[in-house]
Nanobody, 115 residues
Framework: QVQLVESGGGVVQAGGSLRLSCAAS????????MGWYRQVPGNGRELVAG???????NYADSVKGRFTISRGDAKNTVYLQMNSLKPEDTAEYYC?????????WGQGTQVTVSS
């Protein structure tokens, strides 16, 4: 069974930093894409940052210049370095990966930025 496990969320003051980690288990193949989404209550999930199948990265306009997505040395591992955090970054953050038509989600990790 494929599992994506996130870690690294927490409570931080505005201007602070957090690093989220995501690792996939239960699969022998490499995921085609991996990325981070976030969701606040009452809204849909939005893409924060992700890697395309070609290996390039893309970011939501609201996080460009502050967040950086990177791959780990281990297969199917991805990180999200979040700097200069703002209260509006408060959300549940989800790791997502896909392989052909299969989409996998982590359970989410809460990020709370206090003003």
């Amino acid at each position: 069974q494929v599992q994506l496990v996130e870690s690294g969320g927490g409570v931080v003051q505005a201007g602070g930093s957090l690093r989220l980690s995501c690792a996939a288990s239960g699969i022998s193949f490499s995921l085609h894409t991996m990325g981070w989404y976030r969701q606040v209550p009452g809204n849909g999930r939005e893409l924060v940052a992700g890697f395309t199948s070609g290996g390039s990265s893309n970011y939501a306009d609201s996080v460009k210049g502050r967040f950086t997505i990177s791959r780990g040395d281990a297969k199917n591992t991805v990180y999200l370095q979040m700097n200069s955090l703002k209260p509006e970054d408060t959300a549940e953050y989800y790791c997502q990966g896909n392989h052909f038509y299969n989409v996998y989600w982590g359970q989410g990790t809460q990020v709370t930025v206090s003003s």
